[in-house]
């Protein structure tokens, strides 16, 4: 079989003997590939975040699965290391994407107990709540200085509510293309953009809308306004649409 393009073997040698299977089409930011270590399907990721801000993810993993979450865990190299030069292995969550309420219904429990057991967690190297963007540029892959002075505005307006809302760790991206689900299970994976922030941003874009109002609307326009910001350099059309949502009157509709 033909290697993927992407990781090269020398890259992946930290971890002996391993098979590049296919690329995966959920990392939109980071480059995924199957592979198969030690007889065991696996996914190999190249991360862009600096040292500590993939340790502080790995950590947010390690103790996670600790607390019965299922989710990837570190393949160790063989002299034991999690990440070399930002490259990271990690198992493979089996299951599906969500298809019916019941599944999202068990995707938000999961959701809502990721939040509380994470409250007064140390927020990510790097990152910063959407309500600390009101007096600074930088969270993640968000740099307001890159955006429209209006646009930076609006967005700022929409995060202002989320001042006064619970903070814990957020996944960040919990859309169908990173959640798993068995007949027992419901795994959560890519946690390259999970922070601490208001826990009400991973439920805002959940289909069966768990949010009562007002907060539904808020954390919808909150929700719009990091996407477009969060991909505004790297991932422009589709963070235009989240900012003509979000003009539009944001939240769910």
């Given amino acids: ?34 592979v198969v270590v030690g007889g065991r399907r696996a996914v190999a990721r190249r991360s862009r975040r600096s040292a500590a801000s993939l340790a502080w993810e790995l950590d947010l993993v390690a103790s996670l699965a600790e607390l019965g979450f ?58 910063r709540t959407v309500a600390e963007l009101g007096s600074g540029d930088r969270s993640g892959d968000a ?4 955006m429209p002075a209006d646009v930076v505005e609006m967005c700022r307006q929409a995060w202002l509510p989320l001042a006064a809302q619970p903070r814990s760790v957020v996944h960040g991206d919990p859309g169908p293309g990173n959640l798993r689900v068995t ?10 953009e999970a922070r601490v922030d208001a826990g009400v941003l991973d439920l805002a874009d959940v289909p069966t809308r768990p949010l009562p109002e007002p907060i539904a609307t808020t954390a919808g326009r909150a929700a719009d306004a ?21 003009r539009a009157g944001g939240g769910h509709r």
């Fill in 70 to 127: 299922v989710v990837p865990r570190a393949v160790p190299t063989l002299d034991g290391r999690r990440s070399v030069a930002g490259i990271v292995v990690q198992t493979f969550v089996e299951g599906h994407e969500p298809e019916s309420d019941g599944d999202w219904e068990r995707v938000v429990a999961e959701l809502r107990r990721l939040h509380d057991v994470t409250t007064g967690w140390a927020q990510r190297p790097g990152s």
């Fill in 1 to 34: 079989m033909a290697r993927p393009a992407g990781m090269t073997p020398h890259e992946l040698a930290p971890w002996g003997p391993v098979e590049p299977v296919r690329r995966l089409t959920g990392g939109h930011r980071t480059e995924v590939l199957e």
């Fill in 143 to 146: 740099d307001l200085s890159a």
């Fill in 226 to 246: 990091w996407e477009a910001a969060n991909g505004w350099q790297i991932e422009p059309a589709y963070a235009r649409r989240r900012l003509a949502r979000l």
């Fill in 183 to 192: 007949t027992s299970t419901v795994g959560i994976i890519d946690w390259d």
